[in-house]
């Protein structure tokens, strides 16, 4: 699985550089199957699928990555205080997650999208008048995607997190830590989060593949990234709509996107066999 995301990571990054551009059209081709020329064939408006979808990837691959960094911070972090103070402190919090918990994530996310859609067009406008960076359209869409995604997904791991702090804030070494003065924040940054971070490296290699899927599934329904930009789920929606005609569009996307959330899936599972010896004993 690591080999796989490895060898598909660096044909996103580096590959673009020597295909052809995602944005070249050659509507007198329009969609022709696989050939020497455009070796995943070519959509509607003739432009190659193989550079559109080593653009998505990089797209797809950094809202994954981007906004499970932005949940396992929030996550890591509230699930750390509730766990270490406790009490009234703990309990009300945890009340919050589970208020949070209740909601339907996707309706939640789909409306914060809708509603900060005109804030990210202004950013981008203003990235285009103003600091004149043609090459961030659609950079606003980008940071939203990121923060409508990671402010649903971190309740997982603030419960994780607080399960573990629970149990390792009465080890003995948390007691000299207090006896010698120290304060709650180094205790907690400095002796508790250290310790707890076996679950977390694991839940984050699944929690990539549900971001990526939450985004291909935002991209699907037209809330993800616009056109003219890319990424493996609205070159999915796009397949979807004329595979009775042209299956490459959708077989090639769909294949790569499956292999690669199968390939974090498997790292993660290995993680976990590798970090939590007891579990892989059973």
Request: net charge neutral; hydrophobic share 55%; glycine share 10%.
């Amino acid at each position: 699985g690591a080999l796989v995301l490895l060898v598909l990571s660096l044909l996103c990054v580096a590959g673009p550089w020597f295909a052809q551009s995602y944005q070249d059209q050659n509507l007198d081709l329009g969609a022709t199957g696989p050939s020497a020329a455009h070796w995943l064939g070519t959509d509607t408006l003739g432009r190659d699928l193989f550079a559109r979808m080593l653009y998505g990837g990089r797209i797809s691959i950094m809202v994954g990555l981007v906004a499970t960094f932005v949940a396992l911070t929030i996550g890591v972090t509230y699930g750390a205080v509730a766990g270490y103070v406790g009490g009234k402190t703990d309990m009300v919090m945890m009340r919050i997650v589970d208020i949070m918990y209740a909601l339907p994530f996707t309706i939640f996310v789909i409306l914060l999208m809708v509603f900060m859609k005109e804030p990210s067009e202004q950013l981008d406008a203003w990235l285009r008048n103003t600091a004149h960076l043609e090459g961030f359209q659609g950079f606003g869409n980008m940071l939203l995607l990121f923060a409508a995604i990671g402010a649903v997904e971190w309740l997982t791991m603030a419960r994780i997190v607080r399960g573990q702090v629970l149990t390792i804030k009465r080890m003995e070494y948390i007691e000299a830590a207090r006896a010698l003065g120290f304060g709650n924040r180094r205790i907690i940054f400095r002796h508790i989060l250290p310790n707890v971070l076996g679950p977390v490296i694991v839940y984050a290699t699944l929690t990539v593949p549900a971001v990526m899927l939450l985004e291909a599934f935002l991209s699907f329904l037209g809330l993800g990234v616009q056109p003219p930009m890319s990424s493996w789920g609205s070159l999915i929606k796009d397949g979807a709509e004329k595979m009775e005609e042209y299956w490459w569009l959708l077989v090639f996307p769909g294949g790569v996107f499956s292999l690669t959330l199968f390939s974090l899936n498997f790292l993660g599972d290995g993680l976990r066999d590798a970090l939590d010896v007891r579990a892989a004993k059973d």
